[in-house]
Every structure is written in C-alpha cells, then in structure tokens.
Nanobody
Framework: QVQLVESGGGLVQAGGSLRLSCAAS????????MGWFRRAPGKEREFVGV?????????YYADSVEGRFTISRDNAKNTVYLQMNSLKPEDTAVYYC???????????????????WGQGTQVTVSS
C-alpha cells in the first residue's frame, strides 16, 4: 500500500473551477494507476476518473464529468491532479484518490481495483 494525501477542496460557485491534488508517499508511484472517486451525501461512492502510468497516461472518465474534469499526473512529484471545471452543485461530494499498487486487474471504475485510499477532501459547489 501507499499513503495518499488529498488537498485542494473547498467551496466554489457553480461554473467555477477547482484543482485537487493527491500526493503519494511511494517513489514507485509512477507505475500505479490512480483513480478518483467521490461520495455525495446519502449516496454511494462513485467513480470519477482514472489515469494509467502506461500508454502516455491514458485517462478514462465517468460520463457525468467527461469534458469538464481532467486528470493528470506529475511522476517527479509523486502527485496526481484532478482539474474540475464548470462545476455544478451535483458535483458536491467528498473526493478521494486511490492507487492500485497490486495491479489488481479489476475494472478501473470499481473501487475494488484500488488498495490504497486517501482521507478525502470536501468539494462544495453552491448554486
């Protein structure tokens, strides 16, 4: 497992932007696929997006955020980012980053694919 620490959450108006960061403790971070998930009040945790270490950093996103959110990574800094634009009130949630350090082979949108989780950071979008 690897320690993950998210930051960058906060309160923003609808239509605004935020960038979340997730710093990893492991120097082999560059070989992990990294996912972002979120949990809204009263709802199940849901997949937001993923970035792979191979293939030029392939990314995949949930339909609900496609075109608005972008994941990137800086392997030199052991950090992955979630740039969120055009935020909507329904994006309000606690956001978590996660790492697949065991190459689980599970589908990227499943939380079971990841063995390390950050503590989460709150994002609140006001209307």
């Amino acid at each position: 497992q690897v320690q993950l620490v998210e930051s960058g959450g906060g309160l923003v108006q609808a239509g605004g932007s935020l960038r979340l960061s997730c710093a990893a403790s492991e120097r082999t971070f560059s070989r992990f696929r990294m996912g972002w998930f979120r949990r809204a009040p009263g709802k199940e945790r849901e997949f937001v997006g993923v970035i792979y270490w191979s293939g030029g950093g392939r990314t995949y996103y949930a339909d609900s955020v496609e075109g608005r959110f972008t994941i990137s990574r800086d392997n030199a800094k052991n950090t992955v980012y979630l740039q969120m634009n055009s935020l909507k009130p329904e994006d309000t949630a606690v956001y978590y980053c996660a790492a697949d350090t065991t190459y689980s082979g599970r589908y990227y949108s499943s939380s079971l694919a990841y063995d390390s989780w950050g503590q989460g950071t709150q994002v609140t979008v006001s209307s």
